[in-house]
């Protein structure tokens, strides 16, 4: 098996899409029967990985019915319309509010340029390519699809974002979760047990939404959740809501802090860096053994973007 391919058992395999740095983002190869689904994608830079992954299992690429990308965010569905290109049956399955950026992506190009600028566009994510609009269905809550027989059920997920949904596996009872389920990296993991961080990244975090998303989630008792940064965590359904509380019991904490500083001056630095020292603390908690200075480095750009997600949300008007 190619080092950026873990399996994961059940027909699923995470491939490592090579963004920012290993382990950091996972696009999702499902197989049955011989046929085969992508669940995100990672960006147009991860297209040769994925495949590879397929030619690695010995499919063709016409072996696809389905790329889902489970939000429209560029570490997720960046790589969609490439990789549609060379899937000549696959078909692109799009939550409804991201449907249209799909297609055309010009305004999430342009979304996504405000927050990261043209450099750092240019390096992580490349231009962006359309799928044709006779290639992309909008899902609607609790549709089943079949990949081989193996049904895959969608719910409407927001929190994270308006235009995400996550995807249920009754064969391995497991979402694929996107962002919806936080972050959690391995470098993190003690002892088998994961570390997990709530992530708010601009612009549409909602703490309300994402509770009620993840009360959801848990109500199918999964025994494990597929993130896409990064991989398989849980192992019992005991597991996966310990996780899940510790997620929310942080979501609780990040909101809290952006209230407390909602009108001080220099806002966004002491923010931003009390995320940060609360995170490590929480690394330091669970009985992290490596290097806090790597931890911090690792951690910071997620206190970066959880910050400013957590000032659109104290700016946001009132309803």
Avoid: C
Wanted: cysteine-free; charged content about 25%; proline content about 5%.
């Amino acid at each position: 098996m190619l080092d950026f391919i873990d399996d994961l058992g059940h027909g699923i395999y995470a491939i490592d899409t090579g963004f920012q740095r290993p382990r950091f983002d996972a696009a999702y190869l499902m197989v049955e029967d011989g046929r085969a689904a992508f669940i995100d994608t990672g960006t147009n830079h991860a297209v040769p990985r994925l495949l590879a992954a397929l030619n690695a299992l010995g499919l063709a690429t016409d072996a696809v019915d389905w790329v889902i990308p489970t939000h429209v965010h560029l570490d997720h569905a960046g790589g969609v319309g490439l990789l549609m290109e060379a899937l000549p049956r696959a078909k692109a399955l799009v939550h409804p509010r991201g449907l249209r950026h799909m297609v055309d992506p010009k305004a999430l190009w342009l979304g996504a340029l405000a927050v990261y600028g043209d450099e750092e566009m240019q390096r992580s994510y490349g231009k962006l390519v359309p799928v044709p609009a006779e290639r992309a269905d909008a899902t609607h809550d609790e549709q089943v699809i079949s990949l081989a027989g193996r049904p895959l059920r969608f719910i409407d997920s927001p929190g994270h974002a308006k235009h995400h949904h996550a995807i249920w596996d009754e064969k391995s009872r497991s979402w694929f979760t996107g962002d919806t389920f936080g972050l959690s990296y391995r470098a993190f993991d003690v002892d088998g047990r994961a570390w997990i961080l709530p992530t708010s990244t601009p612009v549409q975090f909602e703490p309300d939404a994402l509770k009620a998303t993840v009360a959801r989630l848990l109500a199918a008792e999964p025994v494990a959740m597929q993130v896409t940064h990064y991989g398989r965590i849980g192992g019992s359904v005991e597991e996966v809501r310990r996780l899940a509380a510790v997620m929310l019991e942080q979501v609780d904490e990040m909101v809290a802090l952006a209230e407390l500083l909602k009108e001080v001056p220099g806002r966004h630095e002491k923010l931003k860096g009390g995320l940060l020292a609360a995170y490590l603390a929480r690394v330091q908690g669970h009985g992290y053994r490596g290097s806090m200075a790597d931890a911090a480095d690792w951690l910071a750009l997620d206190a970066e973007l959880n910050a400013q997600g957590l000032e659109v949300m104290l700016d946001r008007p009132a309803r």
